[in-house]
């Protein structure tokens, strides 16, 4: 999982949890109808707002971007020149029991193996980028409706909370807690959208450039691969998708 | 009916529903005039802010945009080719008695049976197309305008029963439950735009792009059938509408 | 005027003034100074807003907008065609006399009676047509301009109220009142913007889209009554202006 | 100054005044540290958000917008016919002592009776009218930003005002006028915001477009001039830079 | 640091500090649980939102903007023509020594001293120029992001002391406290999204700007001192990087 994203979302549950911590304990911030409410009404209306396997595929591409343990674009330059090597000097086949640990590098050289031409090799790989776009795309709008919707959820269950609470005011004692129950929703809205959704949604959409330059080096390096570039002429093709500060990195390291 | 729509609006409102009863039960949440104040509010602003003709039209589109059993992307493929091939052995005119399912291939199919030329059908097909395209944005604009201005509505009813309430203060016991009423208009308005109007809108546009799609498809199809394509070459034509993963699910069926 | 405009008004200030009546009559909501702040100040921001003739223009404009019985696209098809005919029989000046509804497709034609170059007029023509567009364009901008303004004022309003109620709350019993009408300034903001001003200013942009349709089949037209084209001529030149929908509504009837 | 704005801002200014005299005078709405408050943290804010020298130049800008008696486009049409004539007449050094109302027209004339080249008089009209865009494009960016900092400013006010109420609840008597005072940096934000900053950022745009459409009418007379057309040809070329209304109205005077 | 960001933060703070004071001393509002919140909780989001070494890079480059001593488009020009005479009389090598204040013009010429050609020079010069912009723009959006983020982490803290609040009528005396220090995270957050956060991300955009057209600047001067043009030359040429505005201010010095 992404590292930013863990540091992200436990420093800021975190920080909060300290906060009811430091008044009254976690206890009374904790209401599962609260929770139901706002989680399910949120999640509900993105049935209405998309169909169902999209809605499902929405949630799979969020959290499978999370998971993927993307090649960033430094590491690419190596893995494609020692593969390029080994073809050059042992030939194509030799690639066939290599261990590719980018799995859209390895998909694109096994298909070379399999003798397929440079060019059906590369829309094919051209059509999984752009399926893999329009999947991130689909999952961001996702948690930007969500991120909409959460705070209107919270809203509808505070006004809820009020209603019930102003029908009751013959005992005075009760008003209070009543009242803080309502205003839980409204809280819980809040988080969901500042803390999870908002956030993640954007980090999809920079998730989406960043691998979308990775897998656009990986359609170039296996198209080297084939060509039987060799590993100079591959290193300075490569260096082209590296922005000034990521080639400096790489030259100091 | 859309399925997503129909479990989105019943889980939206029932989990809505569930936390009434949980509270007080759902009676203090149903006042009538407040749902007419709400909701005819909307309704005729509706009609200020487009013609009646148009109003009724969004309105209309709406309800059949979810109605409309359209046939899927890849439905649509072994349906055409069937057709092609029918056509190829009997001859066009053998398609006359057919029942075909969806209804715009049907009548792109009738057109051809009844001897138009390839142009003329295409450019028919094309102009109900964009008529169809023009029909949901009226309808999808239609529901975005009603999303801004339930909570509107919402809000002056609210504004208007705490009005009552101020003036009337002589007897405190009656404070409660009028505030009470007159935070439902709030309520209604920010159930109406977040649980129905808005999400329909949204969705309304994706339906657009699908059928949009399929129709597109059909075309195609109609096209490929009157010039008597074997099922090899329909096959490849239509495949390339499908995305790669929609292709793939078709390829695993 | 506008048949929509005056239900959607009407049902709109109907409902409220409804929703008023069944708590404590409508007198309690009319308060003629809270009325002068926030529409007084709203057509006073409009000023240092736009220059002074662009707001009377503007304001012009709307109005006109409700009163200008315009010529739907199906009616300006028979219209033009009997006006051709005239012309074909009788000779262009047949038609000094006659007695034309829509009032840009009159002049059109008087200026063709009156020997101008086909050229020149439908210079003329577009000259006025994109003259109307601008008028329409300002009067659209500044009720925009007021539906965000008319909210701000009614705030405005209500702080006021609310800093006089504050600063004499010796008297317990003024307090609901004095917040009742504090809270009128509100209420008169969200309806001016929401049910009068927002609803307006996208009518006008509905309006330009339409009127500037009609007109261009009016240009056609005269283009094709100078030109002398026999009525199936003109006929199959309007109807490529219908969309299909409009098309099949015709044949019809 | 521009008429409108000064009917603008008295008559806003005017009816907040004459709402708060029917109530309770205006002296209990005057807090100077509340001004302070939120003029000078809009300020303050002016300056993190622009250089320093733009910011003065911003609202340099804006005071030089009111106060610049541009010439109409009406009136620009004889006045450079009347040059030309003279020009014609006279030869070109005749307009070297003339008193011409219009300084940008001025500035041309001037440069072309010191005998520079028409291209060269050209090119320095249009950069000074680039500037002239410029200047009035940081003027209204300025106070654009000043409309959206002022309500923050009122709240942040707001909201330290209720602190120290709140913490000082012995007095039940100085809860009042203190949360009145409280909220006059809200109603001082919303004020400035709307019936100042608000409205003159959008005035800076439409003075942009007016005094671009009379600048480029300058430009075109100046090439006439040099070039020696005769005062047909001239309004004839100029009549092209008014909108047909403005056309009817020159016709009509 | 720049100046304006300097004044406009000491002036924006000191007014509320001021403004602190005036009512009960600073001590009250200040509440460093509440600060953790609202400014941990923003930054939490941010490692949400963005991978970590992008939120690093953001910041360091928010930080760098400030301090960077960049040159004025004025003070390029007698900058380069020196550099330029220097090279023309003592020869390209004599500016090996020299100290050039502008460390983009100095790398520039650096590159030149050791015998690059003018293209690979021009291309190295302007890939770092868009790694400039690139760094800035995703300083900005960062802080575009945080002030969005911290009025929602303030609203969350209120929430949050609120519901304690609410939980614990039984003192009264303890009532006014504890809302007062519920108000401190929203006052937070709005202190810092339109005093820091917000003016601090369009200053950004703003600088880079200016960076920007200084930095092209330079890249033509040093493209002018290896073609070995004349200071007359290259004045001009630099010249038409400079508004009219700018050029008269360079004139009357």
Same sequence: chains 1, 2, 3, 4, 5.
């Avoid at 396997?53 to 998971?67: D, E, H, R, S, T």
Wanted: glycine letters at 10%; one cysteine or more.
């Amino acid at each position: 999982m992404d590292l930013g994203t863990i540091i992200g979302l436990v420093a800021g549950f975190g920080l909060i949890g300290w906060a009811m911590m430091m008044g009254s304990g976690i206890m009374p911030f904790v209401d599962v109808p609260s929770i139901i409410i706002v989680l399910g009404g949120t999640i509900a209306a993105c049935f209405t707002y998309q169909r169902i396997p999209n809605v499902i595929a929405g949630f799979k591409c969020a959290i499978q971007a999370f998971l993927d343990k993307s090649t960033s674009k430094a590491d690419m330059i190596p893995l494609i020149v020692s593969l390029a090597n080994k073809a050059r000097k042992e030939g194509l086949v030799a690639l066939e029991g290599e261990q590719i640990d980018d799995p859209f590098l390895a998909r694109g050289v096994r298909l070379g193996v399999d003798g397929l031409s440079p060019e059906v090799i590369k829309e094919a790989l051209a059509g999984e980028l752009s399926a893999l776009k329009e999947r991130h795309d689909r999952g961001q709008k996702l948690f930007k409706f969500m991120a909409s919707t959460a705070p209107a959820m919270g809203l509808i269950g505070t006004i809820i909370g009020l209603v019930q609470m102003l029908q009751n005011l013959a005992d005075p004692d009760a008003i209070g807690p009543a009242m803080a129950i309502a205003l839980l929703t409204t809280l819980y809205g809040a988080m969901f959208a500042f803390i999870i959704f908002g956030p993640i949604a954007e980090k999809l959409t920079n998730r989406t450039t960043e691998e979308t330059a990775v897998k656009k080096m990986a359609i170039a390096g296996v198209e080297s691969i084939l060509k039987g570039d060799n590993s100079m002429v591959i290193q300075s093709k490569l260096m082209a998708f590296l922005s000034p500060e990521e080639r400096e990195a790489l030259a100091s390291e």
